[in-house]
């Protein structure tokens, strides 16, 4: 059954081994991180794109050698693959999991960027019937980003359009508006990631942790707690 959902960027610079000078100026993001996803139980299933449909089971291990430190996560206590490259929205998933609740197991579902809304609503549904059928809370862990155009030096350049969709993407992630988020446009980041959360999601307490926007790229952080 599902017990709640954690929505966090995608950010390698909220690492600390990552972020080097900035490491500081992100606190507050690492700790509304660290909250919201201390609501999930020991059973995580997180949501999130890459360049194609995937599943990364908690066996998995990675590092963020990629991103500029070979810093290694797992996702679960006891890890048995052997590294592999894996997609950002995982080595999130296995640092945040490794920050909050290493006794926890993460299993990752990897939607396609370009995934387009009406296949990632049904995705979410389905994945919300596979776990109301499971017998254990379940945590939704989603890991997504807004915008990455919201100021000159962005690094998906400057769109001025973008400010107005980010902020209907925060207000709808702080007021649990499904159905806005079910249409959001293709300059989100990680539009798709939401679109399933659309899907999967019901009714529940919103608590907003966390919008900003720190180097052009719009981050929020919440939990939804879904009643029985």
Do not use: K
Request: aromatic share 6%; hydrophobic share 50%; glycine share 12%.
């Amino acid at each position: 059954m599902l017990s709640a959902v954690a929505w966090v960027p995608s950010a390698p610079v909220m690492v600390p081994e990552l972020a080097a000078g900035a490491a500081s100026e992100l606190a507050e993001l690492r700790t509304a991180v660290v909250a919201a996803a201390a609501e999930l139980p020991d059973r995580w299933i997180a949501v999130g794109v890459g360049d194609a449909d995937g599943v990364i089971p908690p066996s998995a291990v990675g590092t963020f050698g990629g991103y500029g430190a070979d810093l290694p996560v797992a996702l679960a206590p006891e890890p048995t693959g052997a590294a592999t490259r894996l997609p950002l929205c995982a080595l999130i998933t296995g640092w945040i999991r490794g920050c909050v609740n290493p006794a926890a197991r993460a299993e990752v579902r990897v939607f396609a960027a370009a995934l387009d809304a009406t296949a990632a609503g049904d995705a979410g549904r389905a994945l919300r019937a596979e776990i109301d059928a499971a017998p254990e809370p379940i945590g939704v862990l989603v890991v997504a980003d807004g915008a990455n155009t919201l100021t000159p030096p962005a690094p998906g350049g400057y769109d001025p359009e973008s400010v107005a969709v980010q902020e209907a993407l925060d207000a709808a992630l702080a007021a649990g508006d499904d159905a806005v988020l079910a249409a959001l446009p293709d300059g989100i980041v990680g539009r798709a990631a939401y679109q399933v959360f659309a899907g999967l999601a019901a009714p529940g307490a919103v608590r907003e942790l966390y919008r900003d926007a720190p180097y052009g790229v719009g981050y929020s952080v919440g939990v939804r707690a879904i009643g029985p």
